[in-house]
């Protein structure tokens, strides 16, 4: 089984996925590390690396085939999979995590940004090489939990959404 775990960068997915790979007994693939060692980027964009996507997703192939996997990393979520768990987490707390992580503050807003319009939710459900897709709000969740949440929904066999929408919950900001 292939479970790929995506998420807004600081949403859990390093945390969750090496407890949830432990526990399953699956290998686990860092994509970061993977895009790395295969050069799989198009060029530079503000000083981040911007990664060729259709390259990652050919070069990507081979490596799904070989069975049992967990695959991390933001751009998880364009891969095949047959549960593609999406980390959600309420921005402001994104927010506080990543400036913990002493992220620049340009870089801090862009996240919480994606995350309050759930840029990886949409671009996961228009995925059709996912089979099913799992969203899971890990505000209050240790990583811990998220992975035993995980686990408990991928026995269930079945998608499984949250009622999460950050934009009514933050509208009186924007107005
Ligand atoms: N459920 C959680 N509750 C509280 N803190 C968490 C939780 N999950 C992760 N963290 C903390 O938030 C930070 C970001 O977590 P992590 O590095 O796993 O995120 P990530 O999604 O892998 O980010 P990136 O895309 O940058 O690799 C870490 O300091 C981690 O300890
Ligand atoms: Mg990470």
Redesign the pocket.
């Known amino acids: 089984m292939i479970i790929t775990i995506s ?11 090496r407890i949830l790979a432990k526990k399953m007994g699956y290998e686990l693939i860092k994509l ?1 590390d993977f895009i790395d060692e295969h050069k799989l980027w198009s060029g530079k964009e503000n000083g981040s690396k911007l990664v060729d996507v259709k390259k990652l997703k050919k070069a990507a192939r081979k490596i799904l085939q070989k069975g049992d996997l967990i695959v ?3 751009l998880s979520h364009f891969l095949m999979a047959d549960f593609c768990i999406v ?1 959600r ?1 309420d921005p402001s707390v994104l927010g506080r ?2 400036k ?2 002493r992220w620049p503050v340009r870089k801090v807003k862009e996240n919480v940004e994606a995350e309050l319009i759930d840029v990886i939710l949409t671009e996961a459900l228009e995925n059709k090489n996912i089979k099913k897709l799992i969203e899971l709000d ?2 209050n ?3 811990e ?2 992975a035993e949440k995980i686990i408990r929904l991928i026995k269930k066999g079945r998608p499984h959404r949250e009622n999460v929408i950050w934009l009514k919950k933050y509208e009186k900001h924007l107005k």
């Open positions: 998420g807004t960068p600081g949403s859990g997915k390093t945390a969750v996925a970061n991390e990393g933001h980390l987490c995590r990543l913990k992580k890990t505000t969740l240790s990583p939990k998220s």
